[in-house]
Structure formats: structure tokens, C-alpha cells
């Protein structure tokens, strides 16, 4: 029994010195440690993602500094070009500032087994040092910052096209503003950050854009002038206005402000009536007796009234108006097609002193006539005329005469068709040459009062002759005769013409009319 308890008292002897070994190193241990990381850092500490665990402040810095030197930053634009700038190229490098030694005192070392295994993610106000002149260098030798190589920004604007005026987007360019450009890197190399993208405002911005609130307000309205559509019926011809016209009328100045060029709508009218305006065409007629024959003058035909139709159509297109029209004439005629006498007209030839009457292409009246004396310069207009009005019984009054007649339908001013009792049933022939009227239209009264009855006010007049004849009657004037002959405006338009050959020396001097040709090759008056 005694030998038993003595060897339990050595084991329990044993025990305890065990435990208090193991007790004696878990101290030591803990001191260790506890001095050890009160000069350095925990394990699994991180200053600005660098790993300084178990290093001294002083290791800490120098592990920063080699980071830092190891620099490099990456920056792109707007276009998606890459550049980069090396900390040694700017003298980039880390001046500590006395916060690693204090994160190092302030670790509460002691507490370190329950510290030792956590990470830990410090910073410190460190100082970053480089040459501001080297990195503005660096920068300003980016290629997207060379002149040649930015863009100016594009206002979106309203501009014509091929399409007519269209809402043209702004463009962005890629012009950098240097100072801002300059200052934005240096706050990302101040940061340490390593990748930096230029945003869009270190770039030059159009002042207007698309998203405009004037810009949409002016496109849809020129949009809606755009939609209207001006169709004229010209009989058998068709004449649009439309988009691919009025985009030429429309003017858009520097502040988006809209009008119309109101020459140019003239313009356009203007256009309209020299195509179709018919008033003293020349036309060719097919006479009763077969042969054809081309008169002109006259005040028949159709006149478009360009004020009045520039003001409707101008206002039309504001509308956005759609519709078909005949243009607004001041003068119509029987019909718009290419013949626009029709088939119910009277014709006058007064070489053969005869006139008919067609009603829907059906002669009615054939009758002789006696038309203006030639030879007292009294010759009747010719040209194409329309009936003016109809008068029964009617007074005629001229300078020196005064006459009675039943019927009288006049159609080239004072000039008309009527009856003349006085001829005594002699009508035709030549007397027109000798004894003819002072321009009127002489017609037996049989036939007269006739055509009267059928004869419409505006049934067209072709009147004729088969040779040349120089009419120089006040009436031929005022009616624009075809064949008048003003003398004094040709005597002056020959004689442009004949100083203008001497000037340009084309060939001998010209005589005028009274003139003659010396033999020294002047001209002179003849006696």
C-alpha cells in the first residue's frame, strides 16, 4: 500500500511539472509576442493593399516605396486609345508621414492572439510626391491632346439636305479641355489610383443638342409645311408642289427663326405662268379654207394672276394643305388643253374678206365682209380676240363719224363685228383696200342678227391676214394687234443695231431708213 501511494505522489509530481513547463512556454510565448508586435505588424495586415504583416514601420515604408516606384498608370479617352504614364518617368515617389510607426502603437500588442489571424486593411495619410512638370509633359504629349488629332464638338442644327430640312444631331468631337484634363490626372496620380478613364465632361461639349427644346418646336413645323402638297390642274398637264419644292422656298437663320423666300415663291409662279400663260401666243390655226396659218397677239388665252396666287399658294403650303386647284387667273380661255380656242370660235380672214361662225365645230355662218380701209392706215387688228359684250342697238362714234347699228359685238377694244346698212349689200372683195370701215367689221345684217342670237360673250375671235401688213392704228396699239407696227420704236431699234455692228466692226456701216451710204463708207441723211 505504501508503494503504491508513492508512486501516484511521483506521477501527480510529474503532472505538475508538466503543466507548469507547458504553462511556463505558453507565457513566454505570449511575452514574446507581445513585445515582438509592439514594434511590429500584425500578421495578415495590409497598408493600402500592401502586404506589411510581421514588418517593422520602418520595413513598412520601404515595402510602400518599392511599390510606389513600381508605379504605373493607365489612362484612356473617349475613343478608346490606351496611354500610360511610369512613375519614374514623373519622379513618382512615397514620402511616409509618421503613420506607420503610430498603427504599429496602437496594435494594443498584447491582444494579439485574438488579432494574429484576421486581416486587416490599414491606411495612412501617406505623402506622394512627383515633378508636376514632367507629368504635365507627359500628358500634354498625349496624341489625343494634339491639335490635329481633336474635334470640335457639332451643334445639332437644321440644315437642308437632299431630303429637304432635317434636324441634324450634334456631334461630340473628342476635343479635351487641357487645364481640366491636366488637373484631373494629377488627382488620379495624387490618389495612386492605376486606372483612370476621361469622363465626358474634360471634353468640349456642343452648346446645343438634339434633345433641343426650339430645335423640335422649328423641325416640326417645318415638318408640317412639308407635308402639304399643291396639285395643278393644267387640263392635261399636272403641275406639284411639294416637299422637294418648298424645301427651297424655306429659310432658316442663325437663331432657328423661320420664313419663307417669298422671291422665290414668286419665282415658282412666275414659272407657272410663263409655261401656261396662253395671253398673245402665237398659235397655229387650221383656217376653213385647209391651209394653216400662224397668228399671234390678240388678248386672248389664259393669265394666271401671280400676286394673288403666290398669297394662296404661300399661305396653302403654312397650312399644310393637300388638295388639287386650277391656279387663280386673272383671264380664262374656253379650254386648258394645248387648243385652248376649242371648237366654237369665229374666224376673220381678211385677205379674203370672209368670216364664219363654228359652234361645236359646226359652221354656222359663212359670210362676206368688209373689214378696215388699208389704205388710210385703218386696217383691222389681227391676233386671237374673244366677244367682249354684245350691244343692241348700239351708237358708234369715232373722231369724224357717228353710226347707227342694230347689232354690235365688239372684240379687239373699240374694233367689233356689226351691221352696216349703209354698204348696201356690197360686202367682200377688195373694197376693204379703198373703202373700208375705221376697223370694224362690216357684216350684212341678215347675218348679224343671226349671230347675234347664237354668239356668246368670251367666244374666241381669230382674226387674219395672209400677208404682211403693218397696221399702225391707235386700236391695233391698244388691242396688241399681231401684225402692229410701231415705226418710231423700230427706227430706234435699227439704229442700235446698226451702231452696234460698226462698234464690234462687223463689216460696212448699215444705212438707216432716210440714210444713205457715201463713198467713203460714212453714212449720211439723204436730202
Known sequence: MVRRKKRTGILRRSLLLALGVVLFLIIVIYVFFGIYFRSHFFYQTSIEDVDVGGKTAEQAVDELRSQVRDYLLTIYDRDGNKYQIVGTDIEYDYKPMGEEEK??????????????????????????????????????????????????????????????????????????????????????????????????????????????ELLKERITKIQSFFGAEITYDMGMDKEVVDQSVISSWIVVDEDYNISFDEEKVAAYVQSLASKYNTYGDEREFLTSKGDTVTIGGGDYGWVIDKEAEREQLLQEVKNGEVKTREPVYSQTAVSRNKDDIGNTYIEIDYTNQHMWYYENGVMKIDTDIVSGNISRGNGSPDGVFKIVYKKSPAVLKGEDYESNVTYFMPFAYNVGIHDASWRNGKFGGNIYKTSGSHGCINTPEEVVTMMYEMVKVDTPVIAYYREEVKLTAENTRISNAYSYYDAEKEKAKEEAERKKAQEQGQGTPVAGEGQRITEDGSVENVP
Not at 489625343?144 to 429637304?164: F, H, R, S, V, Y
Not at 490618389?191 to 469622363?199: D, L, Q
Request: charged fraction near 35%.
Open 103 to 212: 498603427l504599429v502603437s496602437e496594435q494594443k500588442s498584447f491582444l494579439w492572439p485574438g488579432k494574429i489571424a484576421k486581416n486587416k486593411k490599414l491606411s495612412v495619410d501617406k505623402s506622394i510626391s512627383y515633378d508636376e512638370d514632367l507629368l504635365r509633359e507627359e500628358v500634354m504629349s498625349f496624341s489625343c491632346l494634339q491639335e490635329e488629332n481633336m474635334k470640335k464638338p457639332k451643334d445639332a442644327t437644321i440644315e437642308m439636305t437632299d431630303n429637304g430640312y432635317e434636324l441634324i444631331p450634334e456631334e461630340q468631337g473628342n476635343y479635351l479641355i487641357a487645364d481640366k484634363t491636366l488637373a484631373a490626372v494629377k488627382a488620379v496620380v495624387e490618389a495612386g489610383e492605376t486606372e483612370f478613364t476621361f469622363t465626358d465632361d474634360l471634353y468640349e461639349k456642343p452648346k446645343v443638342t438634339s434633345d433641343d
